[in-house]
Every structure is written in structure tokens, then in C-alpha cells.
């Protein structure tokens, strides 16, 4: 993406176009639409934001060496770096919430509020989102949508595996 865009803007900087800004804007147009592409929804939640961000910056950096600011290209650059490293700190450090979708399969049909009550103990939020029950084989499957710190979610399995009901979870 970066080298494209570098590559249009030179071409845009080459032509000595009296307004270049047509064309700049037609390639941050396509760069956002590209980066739409990368968004992925389901049914609770989308994803890929992080990655459509990542290619519109990268085409921000490219136009802006391709038109020849090499100080401000410089210094974008930097800042990418400087936030993709500190997300990695923040991560490692577990600093921060996740979301997770956790669908739990129970042996018997046992009530909802008794599982909820399980996850919301290692969780901010808890969201239902889908109840399945399966009277001719006595088992109930639910999912929620869970936000918690990354510690706080790796205990929910632990939690629910204790359990006489649990039969098996998954997070996604």
C-alpha cells in the first residue's frame, strides 16, 4: 500500500499538476475502501479494525514521501512503530480488556443465571447472546460475549470446569 501510494503521489508531483489534490484524494478514496474490505462482521461483532487502520496509515505514509515531506514521513513512521510497540508492551503487561465470545455446553439443563453467575465473577461485562436447549439429550449450549483482562478470562474455563453441570466451553 505504502509503496502505491508513493508511487501515485510521485506520479501526481512528476505531472506538476496545478491542484494534485484530485488525485491525492482518489488515492485515500480507493486506500478507505481497500481498508473496508479488511472489516469482518458477524453477528455480535467486528473485527479488523486494526488491520483497515494499518493500511490506511501506511498509504498516509506513502503519499507523504511520494509528495516529497520527508520530515513529516519520517515521523509518521516513527509513530507507527512507537504504537505498535507500546500495544505489544501493553499486551505482554496484560494491561487492558478483551472480548471474547464463550459458548459453554452443560451435561443437564440447569439454569441460565447459575452459568451466568460463573462468568460474570472473572468478567467486566457479560452479554447472552445465544441459548440452546437440547431437551432429548439434557443439555443446554450458551453463548456469551465476556470482557475482562486476559488473567481474568483464563480463569473462566477453570471456573466452570469445577462444575458438576460443565460439560465443555469455547472461547473464540
Known sequence: MAVGSCGL???????????????LSAIITGIGFLGAGA???????????????????????????GIGQYIIGSILYLLIWLIV????YLEKKG????????T??????????DIKLVI????????????????????????????????ELNKVPQKLFEKDWFSSCKIE
Open 95 to 102: 494491561i487492558g480488556s478483551y472480548q471474547k465470545k464463550i
Open 85 to 88: 510497540f507500546g500495544d505489544r
Open 104 to 113: 459453554v455446553v452443560t451435561k443437564k439443563i440447569v439454569n441460565e443465571k
Open 120 to 151: 460474570q465473577n472473572n468478567s467486566n461485562k457479560c452479554k447472552l447472546l445465544n441459548i440452546e436447549i437440547d431437551k432429548e439429550n439434557n443439555k443446554l449450549t450458551i453463548t456469551y460475549l465476556i470482557e475482562a483482562q486476559i488473567e
Open 39 to 65: 472489516l469482518i462482521k458477524t453477528t455480535d461483532k467486528i473485527f479488523g479494525f486494526n488491520t483497515a487502520a494499518s493500511i490506511w496509515i501506511f498509504a498516509i505514509f506513502g503519499l507523504t514521501i
Open 9 to 23: 503521489a510521485l506520479i501526481s508531483v512528476i505531472l506538476n499538476l496545478e491542484n494534485p489534490s484530485g488525485l
